[in-house]
């Protein structure tokens, strides 16, 4: 049932998102060529550099260290003109964020941080509204969330801390990345990896309770999102996908067959031994 259950992940994913599921590590033969080297490798324990510098949303220029003020951090790496993916990294986390007790800017901060150099401040300040909106409801300020901007060697200063792999295509004139969050201590290790666009707010609560006091996780199954292979402009996903869908859904019917009949079966054999036992009664009582 594990192999159903596992089956059925992937196709749903396949299914709701742009994206590509398929197991980690970066490095797989059975990638295309455009998506070999991209993904996450999870770095538990590693230091981000915290001295690396960024751009709020205001323009001013500030040390990631500023967000880490004794608090845990829960880090977000997308980039603010992306069409698809990170919109619903970012959706998915607000949700698994609304029912917990503990409050950003209170209990733990969320950075945002693009991995697009080109990206503005004005980009991040308009994403940052959008979804802390989204968290507080409207007229209730942006408290808890941050969204940066910064150069290619600061980005990359971080990513390469968090073990986060993408690559810019010219042909589409987008990147190529995982979907993924992370969480990481009051002193910049990385403690916690959440793959995917959905996160369950009870997982969130622990991360974030162990975070802050330091502790770090367990290493956890790696499911990807990625990024690539469906062109907006046409609204249709590449032969890649398709294939990978098709493949998805054939092992999708086949898990669920095998699941019904083991059912069928146990069904079959359930009434078998109640008919058996009715039998055996009657002739007792004969």
Not at 124 to 139: Q, V
Not at 152 to 180: E, L, N, Q
Not at 239 to 262: D, H
């Amino acid at each position: 049932m594990r192999f159903a259950t596992r089956s059925a992940l992937v196709f749903a994913m396949l299914a709701c998102f742009s994206g590509l599921a398929i197991p980690a590590p970066t490095t797989n033969l059975h990638l295309p060529p455009q998506l070999q080297g991209i993904g996450i490798d999870q770095r538990l324990e590693a230091q981000v550099p915290l001295d690396t510098v960024f751009r709020d949303e205001t323009g001013a220029s500030v040390p990631l260290r500023k967000y880490f003020d004794g608090k845990a951090v829960v880090l977000v790496p997308v980039y603010y003109t992306c069409p698809m993916l990170c919109t619903q990294i970012l959706k998915g986390l607000v949700i698994g964020l609304r029912p917990l007790s503990l409050l950003p800017g209170k209990d733990f901060n969320v950075v945002a941080i693009s991995f697009d150099p080109t990206n503005t401040p004005q980009d991040a300040a308009s994403k940052r509204d959008m979804y802390a909106r989204r968290y507080w409801g409207r007229n209730k300020g942006n408290e808890g969330f941050h969204f940066l901007t910064g150069s290619d060697r600061s980005i990359h200063a971080v990513m390469d801390a968090i073990g986060f792999h993408y690559r810019w295509d010219p042909k589409i004139k987008m990147f190529a990345h995982a979907s993924g969050i992370m969480i990481l201590t009051p002193e910049g290790r990385v403690s916690r990896y959440f793959y995917g666009v959905e996160y369950e707010p009870k997982d969130l609560k622990l991360g974030l309770i162990e975070s802050s006091h330091n502790r770090i996780g367990s290493p956890v199954d790696q499911i990807l999102l990625f990024c690539y292979h469906y062109d907006p402009r046409t609204g249709k996903y590449s032969t890649t996908v398709l294939g990978a869908l098709r493949v998805a859904a054939i092992l999708t019917l086949i898990a669920m067959a095998s699941g019904f009949f083991v059912l069928w079966r146990r069904d079959i054999r359930k009434s078998r031994a109640f008919l058996a036992q009715q039998r055996l009664e009657e002739s007792s009582k004969l």
